[in-house]
């Protein structure tokens, strides 16, 4: 299955789960999962731009960075599928409770219009609302110590 293939699927499924979210009840926030995590990664516009130039990309859980078990983000290392000396495309994190995706090179938030329109729809599934937001949003992962 290509990548492209896996995005769209990835969209269905949170479109479903957004339908099955809006037919019940509030309920308080929770964290996002690896999954949704990924699949926001993968629609992060740098991401986009290596797929749209035809490659093919990893998004590998860092596990080698020292803050891998940090409790507020997932940490991950994407890489291009090519045989060439580089293929690192950087270093990214998700937070769990906010689905902010963040560059660890410059510690910017990213954002683009396919991201944010799932961003809404997981942050709706998850009741992550404006408190919640504000509560947890941060690009700091020394003083993010957020106990889940």
Known sequence: MTRSAVTALHLIVLLMATLTAASSAPKPASQINLFEAE????????IQGVIHRGMEVALDPDDDNPRAKEPTFFFFRVRARVD???????????NRYT?????IATEEFISGPELAAVQTVIRKVHGIDSAVLQMHRTKDWETSKVKP
């Open 84 to 94: 060439a000396p580089s293929n690192l495309v950087g270093y990214y994190a998700v």
């Open 99 to 103: 689905a902010d995706v963040l560059s």
């Open 39 to 46: 699949t926001l990664l993968f629609l992060s516009p740098e």
